[in-house]
């Protein structure tokens, strides 16, 4: 059984810390997984992140940003995440296509057509089977953000957290928007409510997929003509 999951949230939602604790719970229920983020991955892809999310790069245009991110995916499918899946092995993604449409899309309100077609280009039509969108205020997130660059030195990759609030505003809208569109994929969970309960509840629906993927209940699914999950 393999099972590609993918994380969203604007800036400092906490979408690090829920991966590594789903990473360590399914370690224990002796699933195989893998964590990957994006932009980022594979080498070229990490290189192009660097190009991505300095914030020295001020110059570079929105549909720059947006080919770069595509180009980023579009080796991460081939080299990572395809082959992780053949394997097996259950995919955990630190952002994917939703982020380019939140962010590129709403964010920098480039065409959202446009954008839906590239991201199926550059994944190859690979889509999660489920998403968690880890939501939280917009002025809230950004601040958590700033101050976890500052304690951790990694304020090279703090481009976006430069941008005005109502960019922030305007990704937060998008992400919503997508999840009201895709329900049953897109998961969203109020950060709000702490560490702990954000983790209980995306474990309650990470076990429920993981009964549903099973192979017998899968079968006995696609019998009964209801759409099963990759396994």
């Known amino acids: 059984m393999s099972l590609f999951i993918t994380f969203e949230g604007v800036e400092g939602s906490g979408k690090t810390t829920q991966i590594q604790h789903l990473k360590r719970y399914l370690a224990r229920k002796g699933i195989s997984c893998k964590v990957t983020r994006e932009p980022g991955g594979p080498p070229i ?11 020295n790069h001020r110059k570079l245009t929105p549909f720059s940003e947006l080919l770069l991110y595509e180009a980023a995916r579009a080796q991460h499918i081939n080299e990572v995440i395809k082959p992780l899946l053949k394997k097996g092995t259950t995919v955990l993604c630190d952002r994917f296509n939703d982020a380019t449409l939140a962010y590129q899309g709403y964010g920098r309100k480039i065409d959202l057509t446009l954008i839906e077609k590239l991201n199926h280009l550059a994944s190859q039509g690979v889509k999660p089977d489920l998403t968690f969108l880890l939501d939280c205020p917009s002025d809230l997130g950004l601040k958590r953000a700033v101050q976890r660059n500052r304690i951790s030195k990694n304020e090279k990759e703090g481009r976006f957290e430069r941008e005005k609030i109502q960019f922030h505003h305007r990704v937060r809208k998008g992400y919503l928007a997508i999840a009201k569109k895709e329900p049953q994929r897109v998961r969203v969970i109020d950060t709000r409510a702490g560490v702990e309960k954000v983790f209980e509840k995306i474990r309650a629906i990470v076990d429920e997929l993981i009964v549903r993927s099973s192979p017998a209940r899968r079968k006995k699914s696609l019998a009964g003509g209801e759409l099963g999950v990759r396994s």
């Open 45 to 55: 892809s990490e290189k192009i992140r660097k190009i991505l999310l300095d914030p």
